[in-house]
C-alpha cells in the first residue's frame, strides 16, 4: 500500500518507521515483525506516519508479516504514552512490560485444596488504624486519578487495608490491580490471596509469555477476574 506507519519496538525508543506491504491487511495496535538491524523483532502499529520523512524513502524497510492474533486496543496505546510521559520515559521502555508464570503458580493450581491453614480474610479484625485509613481511602474511589501514601512498616497491616479496599472496588462491580514487587510474589502470597478471592484472582510477572499474557487479558476483559496481582507489568493486562 505504501503506507508509512511508525512502529513501536521494545527497545528505548519511540518507534521506527516501517511501510505497510501491499499483500494483508494492517491496522493500529497490529504485532508485527520487522527487520531491525540483523534480526526480526516483534512490534505494534502505533499510528500513521503521514509527515514528511526527513530523509530518503528508499531507506525505510517494509514490515515482513503480521502476526494473528495479537493486537493492542487504542486505549492500551494511550495508556502507553501516558505512561511513558508520566515517568519521563520511551515508549519503547514501557512497551517492554506489556510484550515480554512462575513455578509457584503452578504449585497454587495444584495445591488450592491445602490451604485452609491460611487465616480467611473475612476472619480478620481490622484495628481502628486500618479503619480509618481504608475509609479514607474509599472516600476516593470515584474520584478520578488520584495517588496516596499509606506508611507502614513492614508486618504493619497494610496489606489487609489492601484487600478491604479491593472488596469495596469488587462490591462497585468494577475490577482492582494490585502492583506489588515480583520479590513479594511468595507462594505465601499467592494462596493468601486465593484464600481471599478465589478463582476470579489472577497472578503476572515479567516471565509471563506473551500468550498466556494475552489469555489473562482476555479473561479480565470478559469480566472472569476480578483482581489482577503482580509487578508494574500487570497494568498492561
Known sequence: SGQIVKVLLSLNSDGY?????????????????????????????????????????SKVKFISNKIDGYNL?????TFIKKVAEYNLSSLGNVLKMVIGFDSIFDNVKREKKNINYIPSYSEVELTTEQKNASIELSSKLNNGFSVSLLDGITGSGKTEVYMELIENVIAMNRQAILLIPEIALTYQTVLRFYKAFG???????????????????ERAKRGEVDVVIGPRSALFV
Open 17 to 57: 518507521d516501517y511501510i505497510i506491504p501491499d499483500e494483508g491487511e494492517f491496522f493500529i495496535g497490529d504485532y508485527v515483525y520487522v527487520p531491525f538491524r540483523l534480526k526480526q523483532e516483534v512490534g505494534v502499529i502505533i499510528s500513521e506516519n503521514n509527515e514528511p520523512l526527513g530523509y530518503d524513502i
Open 73 to 77: 486496543s487504542q486505549n492500551q496505546i
Open 199 to 217: 478463582d476470579r484472582v489472577t497472578f503476572v510477572n515479567s516471565k509471563l509469555s506473551p500468550g498466556e499474557k494475552y489469555d489473562q487479558f
